[in-house]
């Protein structure tokens, strides 16, 4: 019989003990919990700030980036057309009616495809024209772009259904294979460049050149690759730079569609 | 001095409720909990396992019941006890290895989960009676449960907007944890009580083991009513 002072004292000292022990887990875990929730909050907060800094940036680049191909195409394009027109129209001899024909003839020519590239022109500096293209056709772009300003050969490929990207995470993905393209042209002295653009259940894009490459160990003094390591970082994706000393350099983007 | 007075808990126990009553609320929150359970969505698929257990639960409680209260077989019910109990293990320690972010837990699961079926057995077949409450095989299950249910609580990963008590598992480590810790007290008094006043013993059963299982029921299906919640929000 539960009687003796012994097993009564034995019985409210161990339930009191039992109460006590899960009273003190509950607090702690709670308290635990609380404390790395306002860890976790600032981490968020701290990342977002990242994003909204690295989205304004990326924005700024490709404006600076637009801009500049516009004034090439402005200088080397429509530039020359215009000098063309300009020693058509200024050689005109009024007397040769034949010649004048030609020439007239000629400028109205000239005119059309001026007319036709500033129309073009001003839709590449109209910031919804670009941001309404889809992935492919932004890098499609992108690669018309490189064929008519270099002598590289650039070849572009798409595998699988397109799927819709976000149209922030566009924006940085397009600013990160920009960024190759630019180290490319800059340092890889490569004659021949592939774009692969994979939709699968991640998105994937691969950029290979036949330049010189690099060695792994060789140090870069340059921002190009800790961007494009940094831009992949803050949409959750990743990229993998494999280059040999004279055997060409491939970079794999791969990036969670959300 | 302080006393144990049987006559005084006769009284405040036959004063307020029956063992029967006792036995019948358990039953029906055990329902409650398992119908919610294949009721409500589940934001977080571990809870199936949950699930499956409570539905265990309500099969050995329904044969138990037409064993003890139709056919009179009374000693002879707790064979299916003794059958349950490594089986709940099983399912509880699966459910929070889930929630546990250790890579070597699974390892641990599965070492564990075979020494408890084999000492259950021990106890069950050779060290005890299969026709006797299996409080020893529940005192071994539960310490290990208590310890799964209280690393569980430690490992909750917060997320944006979530309180703690938003997140099923918690509803689930505490309600394990006080069913067990429950438990561990109940079968010491009960051990106690057994051989000199079994009526006691039956009395204090109801309150303590179907006290506890009440609670544990009612954070089950707390537990539930957040996954459906969190599922119907997102």
Same mark, same amino acid.
């Given at each position: 019989?539960?009687? *003796?002072?012994e097993?009564?004292y034995?019985?409210?000292? *161990?339930t009191?003990?039992i109460?006590?022990?899960?009273v003190?887990i509950? $607090?702690?875990?709670i308290?635990?919990y609380?404390r790395?929730y306002?860890?976790h ?7 977002k700030?990242? &994003? ?5 940036k990326?924005?700024?680049?490709i *404006?600076?980036?637009t801009? !500049?191909?516009?004034? #090439?195409e402005i ?6 057309m215009l000098?063309l027109?300009?020693? #058509?129209?200024f050689? @005109? ?6 010649s ?9 020519? =000239? ?5 036709? !590239?500033?129309? #073009? /022109? ?5 910031p919804?024209? /670009?941001?309404?293209?889809?992935? =492919?056709?932004?890098?499609a772009?992108? =690669? !018309?772009?490189?064929k ?9 490929e798409? =595998?699988?259904?397109?799927? $819709?990207v976000?149209?922030?995470?566009k924006?940085i @993905?397009?600013? $990160?294979?920009?960024e190759?393209i630019?180290n490319?042209?800059k340092?890889?002295?490569a ?11 991640? /998105?994937? $894009?691969?950029?290979v050149?036949d330049g010189m490459?690099?060695s792994?160990n060789q ?12 831009r992949?970082?803050i @949409? %959750? %994706?990743?990229i ?5 000393n004279?055997? %060409?350099t491939?970079i794999?983007?791969?990036?969670p &569609?959300? | ?5 049987p006559?005084? +808990? ?7 409720f029956?063992?029967m009553?006792a036995?019948?609320i358990?039953l029906i ?5 398992c ?12 809870l199936?396992?949950?699930m499956?257990?409570?539905?265990a639960?309500v099969?050995?409680?329904a ?7 139709i056919m009179?077989?009374?000693p002879q ?5 003794h059958i349950?109990?490594?089986i ?11 929630h ?10 599965? +070492? +564990?989960a075979g020494?408890?079926?084999l ?5 069950s077949l ?5 026709f006797s409450?299996?409080?020893?095989n529940?005192?071994v299950?539960?310490?290990l449960?208590?310890?799964?249910s ?6 909750i990963?917060p ?9 099923p598992?918690f ?26 006043d079994?009526g006691?013993a039956a009395?204090?059963n109801a309150i ?12 089950i299906?707390i ?9 119907k929000?997102t």
């Amino acid at each position: 019989m539960l009687s *003796s002072p012994e097993e009564i004292y034995l019985a409210a000292l *161990s339930t009191a003990l039992i109460m006590l022990v899960l009273v003190a887990i509950v $607090i702690v875990a709670i308290v635990k919990y609380q404390r790395r929730y306002r860890l976790h909050m600032e981490e968020v907060m701290a990342m977002k700030q990242t &994003y909204n800094e690295e989205l304004l940036k990326t924005k700024l680049e490709i *404006s600076e980036e637009t801009l !500049d191909k516009v004034s #090439n195409e402005i200088h080397d394009n429509i530039g020359q057309m215009l000098a063309l027109l300009k020693i #058509n129209l200024f050689t @005109i001899n009024v007397q040769d009616k034949v010649s004048t024909t030609k020439k007239i003839a000629k400028a109205k020519e =000239v005119i059309v495809q001026v007319i036709q !590239d500033v129309r #073009n /022109l001003s839709h590449t500096l109209s910031p919804e024209y /670009l941001s309404n293209f889809t992935l =492919v056709e932004w890098i499609a772009f992108e =690669v !018309d772009l490189v064929k008519s300003s270099s002598a590289m050969q650039v070849t572009f490929e798409q =595998v699988g259904q397109q799927r $819709i990207v976000d149209p922030q995470r566009k924006l940085i @993905i397009i600013r $990160i294979i920009q960024e190759g393209i630019s180290n490319i042209i800059k340092h890889a002295k490569a004659s021949n460049i592939k774009i692969t653009i994979i939709f699968e259940n991640e /998105l994937k $894009i691969e950029l290979v050149d036949d330049g010189m490459g690099f060695s792994q160990n060789q140090k870069h003094t340059g921002q190009g690759l800790s961007n494009m390591k940094l831009r992949s970082k803050i @949409i %959750g %994706g990743e990229i993998e730079i494999q280059s040999e000393n004279m055997d %060409g350099t491939s970079i794999r983007l791969t990036v969670p &569609y959300e | 001095m302080i006393e144990a007075s049987p006559t005084v +808990l006769n009284f405040v126990w036959t004063a307020s409720f029956t063992v029967m009553t006792a036995y019948y609320i358990y039953l029906i929150l055990l329902s409650v909990a398992c119908l919610l359970g294949f009721w409500c969505r589940k934001s977080d698929h571990t809870l199936k396992i949950i699930m499956w257990l409570l539905f265990a639960s309500v099969v050995t409680e329904a044969i138990v019941y037409v064993m003890a209260i139709i056919m009179k077989l009374k000693p002879q019910f707790f064979l299916l006890y003794h059958i349950y109990v490594p089986i709940e293990y099983l399912f509880v320690s699966l459910y929070f290895s889930k929630h546990i972010a250790w890579a070597r837990i699974n390892t641990a699961f599965y +070492l +564990l989960a075979g020494m408890v079926v084999l000492i259950d057995i021990y106890l069950s077949l050779i060290a005890g009676d299969v026709f006797s409450y299996p409080g020893k095989n529940l005192n071994v299950s539960g310490f290990l449960i208590i310890a799964w249910s209280a690393t569980a609580l430690f490992s909750i990963r917060p997320e944006i907007d979530r309180s703690i008590f938003s997140f099923p598992v918690f509803w689930i480590g505490i309600g394990f944890l006080i069913y067990y810790s429950g438990s561990f007290f109940h079968n010491f008094i009960y051990g106690l009580l057994i051989k000199s006043d079994s009526g006691l013993a039956a009395k204090l059963n109801a309150i303590i083991n179907k006290g506890v299982n009440d609670v544990l029921y009612i954070s089950i299906s707390i537990a539930f009513i957040c996954s459906h919640r969190l599922k119907k929000y997102t």
